[in-house]
Nanobody, 123 residues
Framework: VQLQASGGGLVQAGRSLRLSCGAS????????MGWFRQAPGKEREFVSA???????TFADSVKGRFTISRDNDKNTVYLQMNSLKPEDTAVYYC??????????????????WGQGTKVTVSS
């Protein structure tokens, strides 16, 4: 699976961004999809994931502000980010996982990764 993330940019605190991740190469609907982020000097952390059937999970830090969705017809997963905060600044990565019952939060369990898209939130 090849993943291509897009939609990042510079935004003021309190505003919104929508990230997209397009997939090609395999049957998109067979994969759980996740979003992770990595801030400068920090480890990559889980943000959100959506299962093959559409069940979702979120990190506590983004719960209530971010939503995740997928369009299997378009082979795309989205991360809608609202009420952005400066601490959301990071490079955001999408990832695909095949085989687990539910999307894992452990980045090491994901099989394919996109190249990342940078999000900068100014205060």
């Amino acid at each position: 699976v090849q993943l291509q993330a897009s939609g990042g940019g510079l935004v003021q605190a309190g505003r919104s961004l929508r990230l997209s991740c397009g997939a090609s190469g395999r049957t998109f609907g067979d994969y759980h999809m996740g979003w992770f982020r990595q801030a400068p000097g920090k480890e990559r952390e889980f943000v959100s994931a959506i299962s093959r059937s559409g069940a979702t999970t979120f990190a506590d830090s983004v719960k209530g502000r971010f939503t995740i969705s997928r369009d299997n017809d378009k082979n795309t997963v989205y991360l809608q980010m609202n009420s952005l905060k400066p601490e959301d600044t990071a490079v955001y990565y999408c990832a695909a996982e095949y085989g687990s019952f539910f999307p894992p939060r452990d980045a090491r369990k994901y099989d394919y990764w996109g190249q990342g898209t940078k999000v900068t939130v100014s205060s």
